[in-house]
């Protein structure tokens, strides 16, 4: 009959009171699920998915000519830190982002841009025993190596500015260590003489060469970009050629 109720048994009461409970408790646990899961069902979270993604570095190219030095990534001066017996590389990034603004001060007659890849002042401080070392490497070794820049942009010719540094070829077979004690020094540091400055100009690849690098805290520096000795006091350049030329080795000092 259309609208009659029937009294429930015992069984049917309870069954009536089980069904929601167990329906709350499911949808809890499938809210609980979620919030885990980071709101994804089955994927990782985008935390967990960055950590498996490797992180790749590759060395910069020196093949830039621009005149303007690459900031440094630290206001620490490394020259006023003590030295170390790390050996240096020639493909880490400082050295041939150096080597790129020591290049780029050539094509553009620029010598105050390529103060980066020089032997730093504070680092010359602790390293020589003469009297007055800062001077020494102001008005000998910081005015040596801009009459030598200028002189390289000079032999250059008219066209220097369209020049492209190839590559930096450093011998480091004849890269040695100079004990504490030698040229005057009260600290030991490693030498290479004759690297080679490769660069191409109007087609045709061309160098010069670098005198001596030496290191401070496994980096390698220019100390001496001409020459050693000189005997006049004009800028010099090294043994430029036609093609890569070849570096010879040199005795220290």
């Not at 069984?11 to 089980?18: A, G, I, V």
């Not at 390293?127 to 200028?150: C, H």
């Not at 190839?166 to 004849?174: I, L, T």
């Not at 010069?208 to 001409?226: D, K, M, N, Q, T």
Request: aromatic share 8%.
């Amino acid at each position: 009959m259309a609208g009659a109720h029937f009294p429930l048994n015992r069984r049917q009461r309870l069954t009536r009171r089980l069904v929601p409970l167990v329906v709350a408790v499911a949808a809890v646990a499938v809210a609980l699920g979620w919030a885990l899961s980071g709101g994804r069902s089955g994927l990782p979270s985008p935390t967990a998915a960055r950590a498996t993604i490797p992180t790749t570095t590759a060395p910069i190219p020196p093949t830039t000519t621009t005149a303007t030095p690459i900031p440094p990534t630290t206001t620490t001066d490394a020259g006023s830190l003590p030295q170390t017996e790390a050996f240096p590389s020639a493909t880490s990034p400082q050295f041939l982002a150096s080597m790129s603004d020591l290049f780029g001060a050539v094509v553009h007659g620029t010598p105050a841009t390529a103060l980066d890849a020089f032997f730093p002042e504070s680092a010359y401080v602790q390293l020589k025993t003469v009297g007055g070392p800062a001077s020494d490497w102001q008005y000998r070794l910081l005015a040596e190596y801009d009459l030598d820049i200028e002189a390289a942009t000079s032999s250059l010719g008219p066209d220097a500015a369209s020049a492209t540094l190839v590559s930096v070829q450093v011998p480091m077979e004849y890269a040695h260590w100079v004990d504490p004690g030698e040229c005057d020094n009260s600290l030991g540091y490693f030498e290479v003489a004759n690297s080679r400055m490769v660069y191409s100009l109007d087609g045709v690849v061309r160098s010069f060469g670098i005198a001596s690098l030496i290191s401070w805290r496994g980096e390698w520096y220019v100390v001496h970009l001409g020459a050693i000795l000189r005997d006049g006091s004009g800028g010099i350049v090294l043994d430029p050629a036609v093609g890569t030329g070849e570096s010879a080795p040199s005795t220290t000092c």
